[in-house]
């Protein structure tokens, strides 16, 4: 059950993504995304701490939670592909997010959220249990900063691919992955 909180944050954040969808982050102001909901500047501030917490706040319910309810190595194609249609839906707004001065911070965020998805994804496939946790870590933050490069450069238009396309990519990758691991554990 939504609560009232989460029913103010939804309305603020549904002005601020209309916002988004016609002028860069940077030019938006809290009275905009408060008049274009019928609040005042203490319920936002109330809420969220600045517009790039609100920013975060979105991308927390409704892309990233895409990801971690599809948790699993049988279904992360899945879940990948839900967050490529997310991010086609929302193009506009997620455009106006990464090219806004504070994307850095944004791509941080992203890393960090799905940071534990991936992570689980890896541990399951590694099911023999011969990578330490360091190896897992390291192969996390591989896949993690492959992913967010090509979302980014799909955005952009960079990747003139399907999001079916590109998750038949990512899943070539790591099956290729898997299969050169297996290759060096057989015995000379």
Same mark, same amino acid.
């Given at each position: ?15 601020? $993504?209309?916002?988004?969808?016609? $002028?860069p982050l940077e030019k ?13 500047? !203490?319920? &936002?501030?109330?809420? &969220? ?19 971690? *309810? ?11 592909? !839900?967050? &490529? ?6 193009? $506009? ?5 990464? *090219? ?8 941080? &965020? ?13 541990? !399951? ?9 360091? *190896?897992k870590a390291l192969i ?19 990747l003139p691919y399907s ?14 992955? *898997? ?5 060096? $554990?057989?015995?000379?």
């Amino acid at each position: 059950m939504e609560t009232r909180t989460d029913i103010t944050k939804r309305l603020l954040t549904e002005s601020l $993504k209309r916002l988004m969808a016609q $002028k860069p982050l940077e030019k938006i102001t809290i009275r905009e995304i408060t008049d274009g909901c019928g609040m005042n500047r !203490q319920t &936002f501030y109330y809420h &969220f701490e600045d517009i790039y917490d609100q920013v975060r706040w979105l991308y927390r319910e409704e892309a990233l939670t895409l990801l971690d *309810q599809r948790e699993g190595v049988l279904i992360w194609q899945d879940a990948l592909l !839900q967050l &490529f249609r997310y991010l086609e839906e929302n193009r $506009k707004v997620c455009l106006c997010a990464l *090219q806004s001065p504070g994307h850095g911070h944004l791509r941080r &965020f992203f890393r960090a959220e799905i940071y534990d998805i991936i992570y689980r994804t890896i541990d !399951q496939v590694a099911r023999d249990g011969d990578l330490s946790e360091d *190896q897992k870590a390291l192969i996390t933050h591989f896949y993690i900063s492959a992913l967010a490069g090509m979302v980014e450069s799909w955005l952009l238009g960079e990747l003139p691919y399907s999001p079916e396309d590109l998750v038949a990519a990512m899943e070539r990758i790591l099956t290729d992955h *898997q299969a050169g691991a297996a290759l060096r $554990k057989r015995p000379s």
